[in-house]
């Protein structure tokens, strides 16, 4: 028995002794496993970072310019020829004869003024002409009567000339009354409203009584003076437009343009050039322009709102960007290129009319420059970027990403502006 259990000992000993060695054999492996697990999740997030860390950017190429420029603007319909009506004399409105839209032809009345002062004044100027024209008649005998004793000791010299004197005076008093009676005859055809030229009558401020002035139209309870008709030539019409700065270079004789007008959707007005101002507001920087279109059916009304739509050619040879792809720093207006190495480059760029959404460079890119599409403000030079490929169906036009950008898998976007199908859209961020 004791020999045995002596045995038993170490043999159990040396069991403890292994399972606790091999204990610590599994445990070093379990910490040595998560250290290196560890560091494996370390190098990958600090890879990760490193690489979030390059932009991702989408690139564009310079297009050539539009072979035409469309320009609209708003611009304001006027008469050929409009012309407020005024009274000339004071008295009552005896009666009127064309109301507001009625079509009027020169000299045409289109009310009277009965005038009772100035009727007296008129007589009596013609009364004042018939007694000077007498008094003339009596000088001129009286002065034959005493040229004929000149020369006699009946009479002296001196009473001959203070005679012939009196007659020219009284001839002078003649004339001054004729005038006068010339006058009031002129006042008492203003009596008589006329339209001044064929037209549409557009506004009629005058009612039977009431009382006109001189002054200038009909007088109101405080005093001021309107006018009593207003007459508008239209069998043409004139068109203002204020043409921006930047535009200006398509002002010229052979300029037309599209009139359309909210009261008629869908039809358009062909207009033509007739005069421009030469020089610019100094407020909002346009010029003001008048064109000319036709009104033979009277379809167009004075002071209407109008849309005119302009086309002019335009330089292919200049090459456009969108103006998302400009970027204002202290430098100048830039735009962000990525070279050969995938590295950014910033060009000083001269930027020339803009567009709309695109805008004309007219120095400092190239057509086969890679240009950034909407850079971000911290671009900065010499950086490396990712390139990325466009939005399918939002940005795609005119964008191109190398093929190791999509070979990446990055689903990295930029957002879209809108239509990727208009002629001048330009992508935006």
């Known amino acids: 028995m004791t020999a045995s259990g002596e045995n038993q000992t170490p043999r159990m000993s040396r069991r403890g002794r292994l399972c606790v060695t091999l204990g610590g054999v599994v445990l070093a492996a379990i910490v040595a ?35 035409t420029r469309t320009l609209d603007l708003p611009g304001n319909i006027s008469a050929w020829y409009q012309a407020p009506i005024y009274a000339q004399v004071s008295g009552y409105v005896q009666m009127w004869y064309k109301d507001i839209g009625a079509k009027v032809k020169a000299g045409e009345i289109l009310a009277t003024i009965d005038t009772p002062g100035l009727d007296a004044q008129y007589a009596a100027s013609k009364a004042n002409f018939d007694v000077a024209m007498a008094r003339y008649r009596l000088a001129q005998i ?25 007659a020219e005076a009284r001839q002078a008093e003649v004339e001054a009354a004729r005038h006068e009676v010339s006058r009031y005859a002129a006042l008492i055809g203003f009596k008589q409203l006329v339209a001044p030229f064929d037209g549409v009558v557009t506004s009629r401020l005058a009612d039977v ?3 006109v002035n001189a002054g200038g139209g009909d007088v109101s309870s405080r005093g001021t003076a309107t006018e009593l008709f207003s007459v508008a030539d239209v069998h043409r019409m004139r068109v203002f437009v204020s043409v921006p700065q930047d535009y200006a270079d398509i002002i010229s004789p052979k300029l037309e343009g599209d009139v359309s007008v909210p009261q008629y959707p869908g039809r358009v007005f062909k207009a033509k050039f007739l ?85 004309q460079i007219l120095a400092g890119v190239g057509p086969q420059d890679r240009i950034v599409n909407n850079p971000s403000a911290g671009l900065l030079e010499g950086q490396k970027v990712y390139l990325v490929g466009s939005t399918p169906g939002y940005n795609d036009a005119g964008a191109t990403a190398t093929s190791a950008a999509v070979g990446k898998g990055d689903d990295v976007r930029a957002m879209p502006a809108g239509d990727s199908n208009a002629s001048d859209a330009g992508v935006r961020q």
């Open 142 to 166: 009286t002065a034959r009567r005493w040229r004929a004793l000149q020369g006699t000791q009946a009479v002296s010299q001196q009473e001959v000339d203070v005679q012939a004197a009196d």
């Open 275 to 359: 005069a421009t101002a030469k020089a610019f507001n100094a407020g909002t920087r346009t010029v003001t322009t008048e064109l000319v279109v036709d009104n033979d059916k009277r379809e167009l009304w004075p002071d209407s709102y109008a849309n005119v739509h302009f086309v002019a050619p335009g330089d292919p040879d200049i090459l456009i960007v969108p103006e998302g792809a400009l970027v204002f720093r202290a430098q100048g207006m830039q735009v962000a290129i990525v070279d050969k190495d995938d590295r950014i480059r910033l060009h000083n760029v001269t930027v020339g009319t803009n567009l709309g959404t695109k805008v």
């Open 33 to 67: 496993g998560g250290i290196l697990e560890r560091r494996i999740h370390v190098s990958n997030l600090k890879d990760a970072a490193q690489d979030a860390a390059i932009p991702r950017v989408q690139v564009i190429t310079a297009e050539k310019g539009p072979t």
């Open 209 to 211: 009584g009431d009382y």
